[in-house]
């Protein structure tokens, strides 16, 4: 196996809670909690959690757009702190972002040509008709006819712009990309065609994706591994047929009875969840799924649970698998 292109080493981002006049602190959010993950080159990791659970925190810090408050994070083997030290505007174009909502990410005041452009503008090497070119190869990529150079976002639809989006995270050709809930806000029909068009773009240039979602079925759809989280914690992970097949942990079993059936008849196997889950400065003691786990017993109550390899490359922090 290759060496890991993204490596996480218990990272963590606190967030202090401020009370009075004096603005003391009296606690903290825990939103991401000791993280530990590999990503590989080509790879797609899925993240997938309620809203809430640190997904999007853990990405940002990720790209450097969040300062941690501990742990290690690496990207081609060095910290992520020396390249944005010493190498920021080349780790820019080694790592990007594709947003939620991108009439957000988008400048309403650029026309499409110019929002993809801007990238490509740190590349002294490359001339106007070269940038040109450029973006008129990488709207052929993104199935976007030429015409819309000039045309502004709130002249195209949303799986458009999405596509736009997608357009100027990848014109660097960028070895790691973090997708950010990046169909969430589209059509059903619509995020069918964004998610081929993801997995195309990443077989034709072997870009590694982290991509995040509190939608289990879409993340399954793209991803070759699958990490759940739960308050700002790993609770599983695994390959994606072993994680769909095989959920070890009560969270992860859940989400899968969460998912629509295509079959009414289907006979449901798994449990829903009941209830909503804690506030992340009110964690509980122990377990952190132990207040909506339907096996939990005393242990669960004064133990964590450690991530632990339950079986080969499956790993699952529960003290009852």
């Known amino acids: 196996m290759s060496e890991p292109l993204v ?3 218990s990272v963590s981002k606190h967030y202090p809670i401020q009370a ?12 991401v909690d000791r993280v ?12 997938v959690g309620e809203s809430g659970c640190g997904k ?4 940002r810090m990720l790209i450097g757009l969040l300062p941690s ?9 060095r910290a992520l702190g020396d390249w944005l030290s010493l190498d920021e505007a080349q780790l820019r174009s080694k790592m990007q972002i594709i947003f939620q909502d991108p009439l957000d990410s988008l400048d309403p005041r650029y026309t499409i040509a110019q929002s993809i452009e801007e990238p490509l503008l740190n590349d002294k090497t490359l001339n106007a008709q070269q940038r040109r070119t450029r973006i008129e190869e990488m709207l052929e990529d993104v199935q976007l006819p030429k015409k819309v150079m000039n045309a502004y976002p709130h002249e195209l639809s949303g799986g458009q712009r999405q596509r736009v989006g997608i357009a100027r995270a990848m014109i660097v050709k960028p070895s790691f990309v973090l997708c950010d809930e990046p169909v969430s806000s589209l059509d059903l029909s619509i995020q069918v065609q964004v998610l081929h068009l993801l997995k195309d773009l990443q077989e034709k240039h072997g870009t590694a994706y982290l991509f995040i979602s509190h939608d289990l079925a879409v993340v399954s759809a793209v991803s070759h591994r699958i990490a759940v989280m739960y308050l700002g914690s790993i609770v599983e992970l695994a390959d994606k047929k072993s994680l769909m097949q095989n959920p070890q942990h009560p969270y992860t079993q859940a989400l899968l009875a969460a998912m629509p059936k295509p079959d009414p008849s289907q006979k449901e196997l798994l449990k829903t969840l009941e209830g909503d889950p804690p506030l992340a400065h009110q964690r509980p003691s122990g377990c952190r799924f132990r207040t909506r786990c339907p096996i939990a017993e005393s242990r669960c109550v004064h133990e964590e649970p450690p991530l632990e390899e339950k079986s080969p490359g499956h790993w699952a922090a529960c003290h009852l698998v």
């Open 7 to 9: 490596v996480l080493e």
């Open 20 to 31: 009075g006049l004096l603005k003391k602190t009296v606690g903290q959010v825990q939103a």
């Open 36 to 47: 530990s993950l590999e990503i590989f080159p080509g790879e797609t990791l899925g993240l």
């Open 56 to 59: 999007t925190t853990l990405g």
């Open 69 to 77: 408050n501990g742990g290690q994070l690496q990207f081609e083997g």
